[in-house]
């Protein structure tokens, strides 16, 4: 350590309390001998100390004072040092325990609920306290529980012993030092309790004080400040306590009294404390409290954990409890309810607080050891009976004097001798108490005791403005109810019958369950003018007085506003209970017997009539404001609204709960909900995700408690209303949790109203709580259900809803977490004896599923599990029951608490490991919208439809759909090569040299061809494993359709297999045919060759010089004998039409002799000729009961079919014959295989003379078209014809050779024009396609069938002409094909792109070659063109025939020609691209044509919608259900002959209606639309999403009625009035929707 000599620095204060200081200083220069500090305050020197050290702690300071402290040093040399000095002032003792307990921030800023209930690490973990700061945290957490060991905070110290420095002063431990101050003393209970009160503010307080009291703790009645000296009266804390007792008068009828302690009239006595007293004042109380079964320490008192240590700041707290009696004599310790208050401290030092409670109080109890005869305490004027109780320390005869002084009766004074034991007094103080319960004529209420407060100074904690504002407004309101039924009709007129005549209208709107015989789009018509005019009664209701008031108190400062609805709340629970309690308890009573039920269903009705609850206003705001938006944009009224849901946002926020459901109508007012939460989304954005706890069960099993407990949150429990409904909450997650969690918010959802199935039957509302159950399943990550052992029915009831609800979200891909809470269990080794109830369980689960199952169709479900991952072991929770004994005096049992805790800690643990991630808010909201859409209709399994899911469907198909065509185009571009291979076996492009025969080349291409398959396959499934396994995007959602990709993928690579496997077969063949050609022709070119070798060298001979025409005859005469000479081989041609004749023959043979016969009828020649025709004769016999209807229906249908797989084929032959190859059997065989597929697909066609005349008339049309093709292909390739064609270039080769001319150049162009371009051309013919392909891929409307789809329909509407319009509907694959085709086509400056890319990649590839084979040793053209076209030989396909065409007669120099060739090929690079080329000619000449690939691609399955005709969106070739996004009205697919008028039924409306179709696939029979899937049942037909999803079809059909209706000869459609006001934007809006496009 340096001291600064020169400046002495002044002695640091390292920490100060109430009493003590710390100070350290820097040594001076110099050896010390000792330091003297002295303490001064003003003048006088209150302390000096020596020490050798350089710190010291001064103790014994007074609290709250400033002192100088200075040091000086006395240095070994004898010399003295200046002093130096510091100031520094001692905390007040208030302070200090703030500071102790680590509470001084809040003493301004005041705990608030949200902080105490967010989720932090400390709330999950079980650590006990380790040092004073932990203490009131633990406290907090356990009270929050109601934990009645809450108090037990004493925690054990490790280094108490810590106080006094070490002497080892070379390293200051400040650490340790500090420690050990603040260790140096535990903080007493009452102390903390103090301490904690004045640090929360007034909701805290009120919380506290209820927990407390449920625990049977006393609560602070008069909370007093030491610094000030002053206290408060804690009413506010107070007022939300409840309870509920049976005094005597009531003990006969069984009633009981239900009110706010505040309010209740009864007798207090006090207790107090006169100077020392030997005798525990607050022990005794517990005794004289507890009934003789159970002791239980309301009051703190000395020998508790944490009561012994001295009390700093809790003197002069008034605690208060109350005695309440529940009706039964043996029990009752006093049978009126009394209130008795203990204060703490001497009566000394607290007279205001003994004048107040000597005021208030019926009697008061002075306890003390010794009474002095001034007493000048006990003279305070008092309405209270003074009781002085002393014991055998007390000097009698001070006593006496003291009585007679303060003239106190002589049964006043009490004392309790050496021999009288605890029991005794006590019971002696009863019988006392007893006497003045019955006969005190005082009876304040808490709140009457403000005056007195006032009076003396007390200050009030309801005298806060924010509090009194809030009072005013509220009472203004609730002033005003005098009758709660007629106060609802008047005020919230809005919730009444209107708005459930509207929630059963919505209902039918998707229901449709008394459409009777009217047309359905009519009908829904009607329904929509009939909700349009009730919205506008709705709206005809001005906003009421009471309403308008309770939102201006809504717009109050947050302060105010809280205190607002906790006023509104106070003084409508008030008006119930007063209203209600009788109700209630009668409808207890019936519930239980089953007897009375239409008295049972009045009080049911009367309940709900009268209660009367803040929900009701917020329902109300919810109305107006759904109301109004129906109103004009501009409307003044409603842009004043607009401000509502951002209230209300804000509002639960602050804890508030909002109301999802709305339990009496059974609806959720969803704009005004989904406003709400886009509001909250807003205020936390980003910080949005959220995690959802929900609790279901019956009502009145304790749902509301255990979440109260759990979370620390305020869900009304039974007392005070009956309203039905689910209630969410939002709980904030600490900072700390988030990451682990996850989340940012957790979501509670209580439930209110579920009945018992026989209570739900009286009021029909059992399907209403089978949706709630839904809906809140639906929305849940976690579902707790609840029940209550003890009805084992009702427990039945429940557990069928909720099984039911579980089944339909398995279908919709949530899986909500479900335990299972079993209350009220009494046995605390209630699991293991379970064991065997939870087997019961299971099993009974398992019924339940089996016929919940049947209900939703759903019938491969079997057991429970089979719907939700649930583990009997470890899904069931035992919660003993609530109270520790018989209430009201019961404390909650702490095996409660701790129950619940444990619960609780499980369920933060499934949440951390939640498989996916949090929704945000956004995607809550979308759940409720979907869930409840879906629970509207009947069918919630097939209706419900859901943006999340489709979103994550598309994803999936997008990426899949990338990933199918990175395997196709591999699997082309490895064909295209091998192809090449093929082709090039054999000649001198042939690198290498490793097969010996075509055969042997074959085969190993097959077998890398297996090895490329199987990589791909691999490839891909492991992509989707990998794509299942992300957390985000919501995977889980499809995970349903996981293997169907599995399987599609395994398809795929079966049919690329055959494919390509095919088309090696081809090539094999074909090059085989080609190598005996080339062989033929080789021979004839050499011939021709030596001939004219041999002719130049006789003219040679004959003369030097020869003209061209001596020459040319020459020539022809050499020619004409050659060919003479020659022999010439004829390729033999196949007889195709036999040929496809056997295959055909062979492709039926098992299809049975009818189909034999049936061939043989008419020759495959005689076929084909004319379009195919669908006669209805081949319905000869087709049954009689078929009608004409269904006739006309079938025959379009199967005609069209039929076109399709025609189209098909043709397709296919088209493409083989632009080949321009020799024909090849596999191709008769794949057509067969594609009429089969697609004849197997069809449900339509089990017609075996259909089939029959269709292949026949198939294959004609193929074997004609094989035909000519073959014809063409000997054509072009017969050895006489091709060595003519090439006479002329013979005959110039023989002159220029002759002449001895430069050949050169024309030879580097002929290689260029004849081998090398065309070389090229195929190769950009091969690979131009894929990239086409994958460019057009890129397109948003070409990533899935859905987008195609909805880019199509979108075009349709923009474009708006009927003709497009009509082929979509008649002509679909038509119009599509050529849709496609136009899209491509519009690119086709991409299309030149990429062909000039290839190009110039040849061209570079070409000089290559060349660069590289002249580095090589040729020796002359003919070898360097060998190595150029060896170079090319992977790449570059070049025909053997011109090649040995070329090379005949060429003595071209080899540097020359190489210098020509290098020229010509770059000529070539620029010549070839070309712009202006026909695009359309151009891609029918690709190998792989985009337009085809696409339309594959996008036509998808192909089928479609068997009512209407719109095409099937599902992904992949292996789906399972087919859907289509958007139905179209009937007429556009069918024309209906019934009525002669074209119908304006959409599928996706009709099949939710009563209606029947009758078709060939249901053999003429009549079938309900709803039972359609017993029919079509790969079809899945959602209804529509929301009721003018379909309002693009409607548009279209109004639009274009009359042009349809001439088309079909038909009358035009009824359109419905309301139709007529669609416009375009809603058509576009609502094809948006329906596609689910952003
Ligand atoms: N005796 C007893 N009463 C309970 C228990 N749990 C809750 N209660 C009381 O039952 C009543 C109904 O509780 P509540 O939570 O509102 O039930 P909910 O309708 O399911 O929400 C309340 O008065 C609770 O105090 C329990 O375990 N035992
Ligand atoms: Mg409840
Ligand atoms: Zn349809
Ligand atoms: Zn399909």
């Not at 003295?80 to 002032?89: D, H, I, L, Q």
């Not at 017609?1247 to 000519?1268: G, N, P, W």
């Not at 002249?1414 to 070898?1423: A, C, F, L, M, R």
Request: charged share 25%; net charge negative; hydrophobic share 35%.
């Amino acid at each position: 350590m340096s001291a600064n000599k020169s400046i002495q620095v002044p002695p640091t204060v390292v920490r100060v309390s109430d009493v003590s200081v710390i100070l350290f200083w820097e040594p001076p220069a110099g050896e010390v001998e000792s330091y003297t500090v002295s303490c001064c305050r003003g003048e006088e020197v209150v302390k000096e100390l020596q020490t050798d050290g350089t710190s010291l702690t001064i103790r014994d300071l007074q609290p709250g004072r400033d002192y100088l402290f200075s040091v000086c040093a006395q240095l070994k040399d004898g010399l003295k040092r200046e002093p130096t000095a510091t100031s520094a002032g001692t905390k007040t003792r208030f302070e200090d325990v703030l500071e102790v307990l680590g509470l001084q921030q809040y003493y301004k800023e005041k705990l608030s609920l949200d902080k105490i209930l967010q989720i932090d690490q400390k709330s999950i973990t079980d650590a006990p306290p380790e040092s004073n700061t932990d203490v009131v945290w633990y406290f907090l957490k356990k009270l929050m529980m109601v934990n009645v060991t809450a108090r037990n905070v004493d925690y054990t110290s490790q280094n108490m012993s810590a106080g006094e420095l070490t002497d080892d002063d070379s390293v200051f431990d400040l650490d340790g030092l500090t420690s050990a101050m603040c260790l140096g003393d535990r903080i007493h209970l009452l102390d903390i309790m103090t301490a904690l009160f004045h640090c929360s503010d007034g909701f805290v307080q009120q919380e506290l004080s209820r927990k407390m009291s449920m625990c049977q703790f006393a609560v602070p009645l008069l909370l007093p400040n030491c610094d000030s000296n002053q206290c408060t009266l804690m009413l506010w804390a107070l007022r939300d306590i409840v309870k509920r007792y049976r005094p005597k008068s009531l003990s006969e009828t069984k009633g009981f009294k239900e009110e706010r302690i505040v309010h209740s009239e009864i007798p207090m006595i006090s207790f107090v404390r006169l100077g020392d007293c030997s005798l525990s004042k607050s022990k005794t109380l517990n005794q004289l409290l507890s009934n003789s079964q159970q002791y239980h320490d309301t009051f703190v008192h000395r020998d508790m954990e944490g009561g012994d240590c001295p009390r700093t700041i809790s003197n002069g707290l008034a605690e208060m409890t109350w005695y309440l009696p529940c009706g039964n004599k043996n029990i009752d310790i006093f049978d009126e309810p009394v209130a008795v208050v203990n204060l703490h401290g001497d009566i000394a030092s607290f007279e205001t607080q003994f004048s107040f409670l000597c005021q208030t109080s019926s009697a008061v109890f002075v306890f003390f050891d010794n009474v002095d005869s001034e007493c000048t305490h006990l003279m305070t004027k008092s309405r209270a009976h003074i009781f002085l109780v002393g014991n055998q320390k007390t000097n009698r005869s001070a006593l006496q004097e003291v009585a007679t002084k303060i003239q106190l009766p002589k049964g006043n004074i009490m004392l309790k001798s050496k021999t009288m034991n605890d029991a005794n007094f006590v019971k002696k103080l009863q019988n006392i108490m007893r006497k003045f319960i019955v006969d005190s004529k005082l009876r304040l209420q808490i709140e009457e005791m403000t005056s007195v407060a006032h009076n003396l100074g007390v200050q009030v904690d309801e005298d806060r403005p924010e509090c009194q504002n809030a009072k005013r407004n509220a009472d203004a309101i609730t002033a005003e109810i005098h009758d709660t039924l007629v106060f609802k009709k008047t005020q919230l007129p809005r919730q009444g019958q209107i708005w459930k005549k509207l929630t059963s209208i919505e209902k039918e709107e998707f229901r449709l369950q008394r459409a009777g015989s009217k047309n359905i789009e009519e009908y829904k018509s009607d329904l929509l003018k009939c909700k349009l005019y009730l919205l506008q009664e709705q709206n005809k209701c001005d906003i009421s007085i009471a309403m308008s008031c309770f939102i201006k108190g809504l717009l109050s400062p947050v302060a105010e506003r809280s205190y607002f609805l906790k006023w509104m709340r106070i003084n409508l629970d008030n008006l119930s209970s007063e209203n209600l309690s009788d109700l209630r308890e009668q409808y207890k009573e019936k519930s239980k017997s089953s007897n009375n039920k239409e008295e049972f269903k009045k009080i049911d009705e009367q309940l709900s009539n009268s209660s009367l609850g803040t929900e009701h206003f917020f329902r109300e705001m919810g109305q107006i404001y759904e109301a109004s938006l129906s109103l004009p944009e501009s409307d003044p009224s409603r842009e004043q609204l607009q401000h509502l849901p951002r209230l209300c946002a804000q509002l639960l926020l602050d804890g508030f709960p909002l109301e999802l459901v709305d339990g009496d109508a059974s609806n959720i007012p969803l704009r005004w909900v989904s406003d709400v939460l886009a509001q909250l989304n807003e205020l936390v954005s980003p910080n949005n995700k959220i995690l959802v706890v929900t609790v279901l069960g019956v009502q009145s099993t304790g749902k509301s408690t255990l979440l109260n407990t759990m979370f620390g949150v305020q869900f009304a429990v039974s007392s005070g209303r009956c309203t039905r409904g689910a209630f969410m909450l939002l709980i904030k997650i600490s900072e700390e949790m988030k990451t682990s969690l996850n989340c940012d918010f957790l979501v509670i959802v209580d439930t209110e109203g579920l009945k018992s199935l026989e209570l739900a039957q009286l009021d029909n509302s059992h399907e209403h709580d089978n949706e709630l159950a839904t809906l809140v399943i639906g929305l849940s990550d976690i579902t707790l259900i609840n029940t209550a052992t003890e009805n084992s029915t009702e427990m039945k009831d429940i557990l069928q809803i909720v099984v039911q609800a579980f089944l339909r979200m398995k279908e919709v891909g949530r899986k909500p977490n479900c335990q299972f809470v079993h209350q009220k269990v009494s046995d605390v080794s209630a699991h293991e004896k379970n064991l065997r109830e939870r087997k019961l369980l299971l099993q009974q689960l398992n019924e339940m599923t089996q016929a919940a199952a049947k209900m939703e169709r759903k019938e491969e479900n079997k057991s429970f599990t089979d719907v939700m991952d649930y583990d009997p072991d470890t899904g069931n929770w035992y919660i003993p029951g609530l109270w520790n004994g018989n209430p009201p005096m019961a404390p909650v049992n702490a095996g409660y608490s701790e129950a619940v805790y444990e619960l609780k800690k499980n369920l933060m643990h499934i949440l951390e490991n939640h498989e996916s991630t949090a929704n945000n808010i956004l995607e809550f909201r979308e759940w409720i919208t979907s869930l409840w859409n879906a629970v509207k209709h009947e069918n919630f399994i097939f209706s419900f439809r859901n943006s999340l899911v489709a979103d994550a469907y598309m994803r999936l198909c997008t990426e899949y759909n990338k990933w199918e065509w990175e395997f196709k185009k591999a699997m082309y571009t490895w064909s295209t090569n091998a192809e090449i291979k093929i082709k090039n076996f054999g000649t001198v492009a042939c690198a290498s040299q490793e097969h010996q025969s075509i055969e042997q080349l074959h085969t190993d291409l097959k077998m890398s061809a297996i090895n490329e398959l199987a990589k791909w396959e691999r490839k891909l499934l492991n992509n989707l494993v990998l794509y299942f396994e992300q957390k985000d995007g919501h995977v889980y959602l499809v995970e349903g359709y996981k293997q169907e990709f599995e399987n599609c993928t395994r398809m795929l690579g079966i049919q690329l297999k055959s494919s390509v496997f095919n088309e090696l077969h081809v090539a094999v063949d074909l090059k085989r045919g080609q190598a005996e050609l080339d062989r033929v022709k080789e021979k004839h070119t050499k011939e021709i060759e030596k001939r004219v070798n041999k002719l130049i060298e006789s003219c040679r001979k004959k003369h030097a010089q020869m003209t061209d025409e001596e020459l040319d005859t020459e020539f022809d005469e050499m020619w004409s004998e050659a060919l003479k000479d020659l022999e010439f081989f004829k390729q033999k041609p196949l007889d195709i039409f036999a040929n496809v004749g056997s295959h055909l023959r062979e492709n039926m043979r098992n299809k049975g002799s009818h189909a034999c016969e049936e061939l043989s009828k008419k020759s495959l020649m005689d076929c084909g000729l004319s379009p195919f025709k669908y006669t209805a004769d081949v319905w000869k016999k087709a049954k009689q009961q078929l009608y004409e209807l269904v006739r006309n229906e079938s025959l379009v249908n199967v005609q069209n079919s039929a076109e399709q797989i025609i189209a098909a084929c043709q397709q296919f032959v088209s493409e083989k014959v632009e080949r321009k190859n020799n024909y090849h059997e596999t191709f008769i065989l794949e057509i067969l295989h594609i009429i089969d597929t697609d004849l197997s697909n069809d449900q339509m066609i089990k017609d075996m003379d259909f089939e029959v005349s269709l292949k026949q008339h198939i294959c004609a049309t193929a074997a004609r078209q094989f035909q000519k093709m073959q014809e063409d292909f000997l054509s072009e390739n017969d050895p006489y014809l091709c060595l003519n064609k090439n006479k002329e270039k013979f005959s110039a080769d023989f002159k220029d050779v002759f002449n001895k001319q430069d050949q050169c150049h024309k030879k580097a162009v002929e290689f260029t024009e004849r081998c090398l371009k065309v070389a090229v051309k195929d190769f950009i013919n091969r690979s131009l396609g894929a990239d086409i392909m994958g460019e057009m891929q890129t397109h948003q409307e070409f990533h899935t069938r859905t987008d195609f789809q909805y880019s199509v329909l979108q075009d349709l509407l923009e474009k708006h002409r009927f003709h497009d319009f009509l082929r979509y509907t008649r002509h679909y694959e038509d119009y599509v094909k050529e849709w496609i085709l136009l899209k491509i086509c519009a690119c086709s400056s991409a299309v030149y792109d990429f062909e000039k890319k290839h190009i110039q990649s040849c061209v570079r590839s070409i000089e290559d070659a060349v660069t590289k084979a002249k580095e090589g040793d040729t020796e002359n053209v003919k070898s360097l063109v060998e190595e150029i076209c060896k170079e090319l030989g992977d790449k570059l396909a070049i025909s053997k025939e011109a090649l040995d065409t070329f090379m005949v007669l060429n003595n071209a120099d080899m540097d020359t020609f190489a210098f020509w060739l290098t020229s010509c090929v770059n000529d070539l690079g620029q010549s070839l691209p070309n712009k202006d080329k026909n695009i359309k000619k151009r891609l029918q000449r690709l190998h792989v044509k985009p337009q085809d690939e696409l339309f594959n691609k996008m036509i998808g399955c192909g089928k479609q919608c068997p009512f209407c005709q719109a095409p099937c969106e599902a992904s992949g070739s292996a789906h399972s259900e087919h859907f289509a996004s958007l139905h179209r009205p009937q007429a556009l697919g069918n024309f209906k002959w019934e009525t002669g008028k074209l119908t304006t039924d959409i599928c996706s409306t009709i099949v939710n209606s009563a209606r029947r179709f009758q078709s060939v696939a249901t053999k003429g029979k009549w079938q309900p639309y709803k039972k359609y899937r017993e029919i079509y049942p790969d079809w899945k037909i959602v209804p529509d999403i929301s009721l003018d999803s379909s309002d693009y079809w409607k548009y279209m059909l109004k639009e274009f009625n009359k042009e349809f209706a001439q088309v079909y000869q038909a009358e035009p459609a009824d359109i419905p009035n309301i139709w007529m006001s669609i416009t375009k934007s809603r058509a576009v809006k609502s094809l948006k929707t329906s596609f689910n496009i952003k």
